[in-house]
């Protein structure tokens, strides 16, 4: 499994807010029951890399579906492949070592 961070940022939108986008993307999310945690410059989200990849393809088309004309999307993916890595695992670590 691995973890994907996606950023989706609709151009052009005349207003600097993009709330209604994002609501858009998260419910859509919840909708396929993607693990995932929404965080303020992004969302994480885990899975099988060919899922993450259909996911990052559905989520960058869905402004487009709303009539936005150009889209940025960012995306980070961190495939670990020599142990298990679950959504929160590298949190957990830090704060670990804190303690």
Same mark, same amino acid.
């Given at each position: 499994?691995?973890?994907?961070?996606? =950023?989706?940022?609709?151009? !052009?939108? %005349?207003?600097? =807010?993009? %709330?209604?986008?994002?609501?858009?993307?998260?419910?859509?999310? +919840?909708? &396929? @029951?993607?693990? /995932? @945690?929404?965080?303020?410059? !992004?969302?994480?989200?885990? !899975?099988?890399?060919?899922? *993450?990849?259909?996911?990052? +393809?559905?989520? /960058?088309?869905?402004?487009?579906?709303? %009539?936005?004309? &150009?889209? *940025?999307? /960012?995306?980070?993916?961190?495939? +670990?492949?020599?142990?298990?890595?679950?959504? %929160?695992?590298?949190? &957990? =670590?830090?704060?670990? &070592?804190?303690?």
């Amino acid at each position: 499994m691995a973890l994907m961070e996606i =950023s989706i940022v609709p151009v !052009g939108l %005349g207003t600097p =807010s993009m %709330g209604d986008y994002l609501a858009e993307i998260e419910a859509h999310l +919840r909708r &396929r @029951q993607v693990v /995932h @945690q929404l965080t303020d410059m !992004g969302t994480v989200i885990y !899975g099988p890399i060919e899922e *993450l990849l259909a996911v990052a +393809r559905e989520l /960058h088309e869905l402004p487009f579906a709303r %009539g936005v004309r &150009r889209v *940025l999307t /960012h995306i980070a993916i961190d495939d +670990r492949r020599d142990k298990e890595v679950r959504l %929160g695992d590298k949190t &957990r =670590s830090v704060e670990a &070592r804190l303690t």
